[in-house]
DNA sequence: CGGACAACCTGGTTGC
DNA sequence: TGCAACCAGGTTGTCC
């Protein structure tokens, strides 16, 4: 579900609503969450009586900077974070696995119905070694020389070099799909085997889709909503993904679905080389 | 290093 | 209608 778009798209929909506010009360119910690192009663203890003092992300990460220490989330596969502004509105059903009370009566609440997400605290000067991601893709870094020298140096297909959020942070099944036939380049291809021209429409076409992702509020396929709880409108327009058998939106031949990787691959034959 | 695979979870869809 | 099989936006660990 959340990539860079649903991602930023939650992100900017947060930060107005939570920068400021005190956290008065934790409460993290599903032990799963904290797996990685830490326990529910340790990150509770961490957050409670921090003022959150910005919201941002890093590929897929959410970072609330409460100081001195950063509460990390993930949303894995179907994970929401829902804003209820009184706290006296707030229903939680048996998906909801956490929730956080804030200053003036907000309370934002974690929902995830497969659990794949996390949530974890680390030292504010920490975070991008805990995070361990690469380059941003929308951040002026991410150059057509700096995505050229990520492909020089990978062996792999270029839809795996994509994915890789150690080499890109944010890009996940969809937009790697939808990125991939905007730059007309087959999923399969050997990243080492892209021409400079290649690079430059790929670097193009990730940016766009990303870019058009946001604007659409994200790709809701099914889980995704945004804090108020509104699905996204991005998912109409893709392109090829899980639009196999049907035709090209370009030149109509049919769109063909592989497997790459153990991920549903999704690309136009006519359209990619 | 790359690739194949299983695992972690739950729910929706498809096909017999 | 019932039920099994398969599919899903992500990540990690193992094995070869």
């Known amino acids: 579900m959340p990539e860079l778009p649903e991602v930023e798209v939650i992100r900017r929909a947060l930060a107005p609503l939570v920068v400021g506010r005190t956290i008065l009360e934790a409460r993290i119910v599903e032990p799963r969450l904290t797996r990685r690192r830490g326990t529910p009663e340790a990150v509770a203890a961490t957050v409670v009586g921090r003022r959150i003092r910005a919201l941002r992300r890093r590929g897929k990460f959410l970072v609330f900077d409460l100081g001195a220490d950063s509460l990390v989330v993930h949303l894995g596969m179907t994970g929401q974070l829902l804003w209820c502004e009184a706290q006296h509105g707030f229903r939680p059903d048996g998906h909801t696995h956490a929730h956080f009370g804030l200053s003036r009566g907000g309370l934002l609440a974690y929902r995830d119905v497969r659990k794949f997400g996390e949530l974890f605290v680390v030292p504010a000067r920490t975070v991008d070694s805990a995070l361990d991601v690469g380059l941003e893709p929308l951040d002026p870094v991410f150059t057509a020389a700096a995505l050229g020298g990520l492909c020089r140096g990978c062996r792999g297909r270029i839809k795996a070099l994509l994915l890789d959020q150690r080499r890109i942070a944010g890009i996940g099944n969809i937009y790697a799909d939808e990125a991939l036939f905007r730059a007309g380049i087959r999923p399969t291809r050997r990243a080492s085997s892209l021409r400079a021209e290649e ?40 392109r090829v993904y899980r639009r196999h058998g049907r035709p090209c939106v370009v030149c109509k031949t049919p769109v063909r679905r592989i497997v790459l990787g153990q991920r549903g691959t999704h690309f136009c034959p006519a359209c990619q080389r």
């Open 199 to 238: 690079i430059r429409a790929l670097r193009r076409g990730i940016r766009a889709v990303l870019e058009a992702g946001i604007r659409h509020r994200g790709s809701s396929i099914s889980d995704f909503r945004d804090p108020s709880g509104e699905p996204g409108r991005f998912a109409p327009l893709h």
